[in-house]
Every structure is written in C-alpha cells, then in structure tokens.
C-alpha cells in the first residue's frame, strides 16, 4: 500500500466489530500482511454517545455520524464507518457512501428474562426502548403496555434488562449476531409484525467524493443487492422528512431481479399506521429510488387528505 486508510468509527463494541470487519475485508482484497498498519482504526466518541435522554429531543439522525464525518473532511480519518441506520438521508456536500456491506438479518429481537415472546407480556409490562418506531408498532399490536427509556450500547441496554429497569426490549438482531450473542434473543419477530428500520442491519462506508484512492480502495467491499434495497428505504424516509422524531419503517427485498419493498408511517401511540407496498421489474439504483419516493410520497398524501 502506497499510504495508509485510517478507518474512522464510533467506540462501541458494536461498532469496532464493523470497523475490523472492514478492516478485514480491506486487507484480503488489497492482499495486506499488516491490516493494522495498511488500514488503522481511530474510535471517536460522538454526540449521540454523549447525550442522555431522547435522542429526538436533540436532532436525531446524524447524532451518530457528526464527528466522524468532520474528521472525514478535515482528512483525520480517510473512511467513516457507520450503521446505515444511523446515516442522515442527506449527507454533507462533498461526502458519499462509497460502499455498502452485505446486509445481515434486518429483524428485531424480543429479549426478555422472564417472557418468552410478546404475546406473553402481561397487561402493564414495563418495555424499555429508546426507538419511537419500535414505540409505535408494539403499542399498535400491545396497547396495554408501558414504556421506559432505555438507552446505551448493546451490553450496557442488556445489563439494565438484567438489573429489573424494565422487564423486555427489543434490539437488532444484526447487532446481537455481530457481536455472537444471538442466543440472548427471547423471540426473533416477524417483518410483518415489526417491520424494521430503513437500512437496518447494512453497514456503510463514508469517504469524501474527491478522495479517489480511498474510494477506489472499498469499491470491491460494495454489496449491489444491498445497496439496491437500502437505497429504496433510504428515499422513502427522505420523502416522508424521516428522522429519530417520526415512527418510519421500511424494508425492501430483490427477488428474481425485482425488487419489492414495503413502507410504513405510524403514529406516535400506534393508534393510526399507514402502509404502502409496491415493487420495480427491474431492480436498479435509480429504480430503487423511484419506489421508495413514490411510496412515501404516496403515504405524505394520503395524510394530507385526512
């Protein structure tokens, strides 16, 4: 290697599993003996870390990526490691998603010490949650239950499960196998159920448009069929001014070189859900776009005409 990657990213135990696994995949394609020195890793601590309480209260989305993408800009760091959940449907002037990895499985676990799914929560169950999306969607199947805050990295959400601040929560099930805990999870739920958040379970590698040797560099890591489907979910939530303040989901599938996908707007309390469905016979970047804009678009009207 002619120069080092500094590969940029949150300190999170979650986190750094996706940053090494970049790490890795960078150093089999380039064919690196010394990962370490070819693509060091920089953690840095972002707002989203440091903030207590409602993420919505203080802008949501972006509150993960801020600080790795200054360091970006500023050349720190060379490429940002994110959780494309995570990622504002807008980004920076100057900045690109240069790859996307293949997605793991997009559900959400129910984890519970004491319930073995929700259909086993009694009337009141305390749930702990800092997602309004995953808010919404159980009120709107579990009205009866209540809800707590429950914020933090994987293991400190799960440490506070275990203490009694809450008697279920509901985690990614990507996040859980990434970090080979996938056994902790009481109930894998149905999309249908819960139908996960836009690009939830894909990682994404943000570079700077005018660094070309790094995005040459990760342009092998790109997964297409990914890409695809969280570019579809990505606009969705673009069309409907998607942030951590509004219960969006969206999920979208190739099949036979079609791809379809499903959109979903609900209100805080779960008392009112609208759903669109809708597929392309060829499924494409820019294809992919035009479903998930039509389809929030769709949902926007059909609020307006209320």
């Known amino acids: 290697m002619s120069k ?21 995949l960078l150093a089999r394609v380039h064919k690196s003996i010394d990962p370490d020195a070819n693509f060091p890793i920089k953690t840095f601590t972002t707002s989203g870390d ?76 305390k749930i702990g949650t800092a997602s309004l999306r995953r808010r919404a969607q159980l009120a709107s199947i579990r009205p009866d239950v ?17 203490d009694g601040a809450c008697d279920a929560t509901f985690l990614a099930y990507a996040g859980l196998k990434r970090l080979e805990q996938g056994g902790l999870a009481t109930q894998i739920i149905d999309t249908d159920v819960m139908l996960s958040a836009p690009a939830q ?30 570019t579809a979910e990505r606009a969705f939530l673009r069309a409907l001014d998607g942030s951590c303040r509004t219960p969006i989901a969206a999920l979208a599938r190739i099949e ?15 008392s009112e859900r609208w759903v669109r469905d809708g597929f392309m016979h060829k499924a494409s970047l820019e294809k992919a776009a035009e479903l998930g804009l039509a389809l929030g678009k769709s949902i926007r009207a059909s609020q307006e005409a209320a």
């Open 201 to 230: 379970a894909a990682i994404g590698i943000e570079v700077m448009a005018n660094n070309k040797a790094a995005a040459d560099a990760i342009l092998p890591l790109n997964h297409k069929t990914t890409q695809i489907a969280i």
């Open 256 to 270: 036979d070189g079609k791809l379809f996908m499903r959109g979903e707007l609900l209100a805080d309390d779960g």
């Open 50 to 125: 440091k903030l207590k309480g409602e993420l919505s209260e203080f802008g949501g989305k972006g509150l993960f990526t801020k600080e790795l993408e200054s360091a970006l800009a500023s050349g720190e760091v060379d490429l940002a490691v994110h959780s494309m959940k995570d990622v504002p449907t807008r980004l920076q002037s100057g900045h690109k998603i240069g790859a996307v990895l293949e997605r793991e499985d997009p559900r959400d676990a129910f984890i519970s010490p004491r319930y073995g799914s929700i259909s086993e929560l009694p009337q009141g169950a």
């Open 4 to 24: 080092p990657f500094i590969i940029g990213t949150r300190g999170s135990p979650l986190a750094l599993y996706q940053a090494r696994l970049v790490q890795t």
């Open 146 to 162: 209540e809800f707590t805050l429950l914020r933090g990295n994987v293991g400190t959400r799960l440490q506070k499960l275990k």
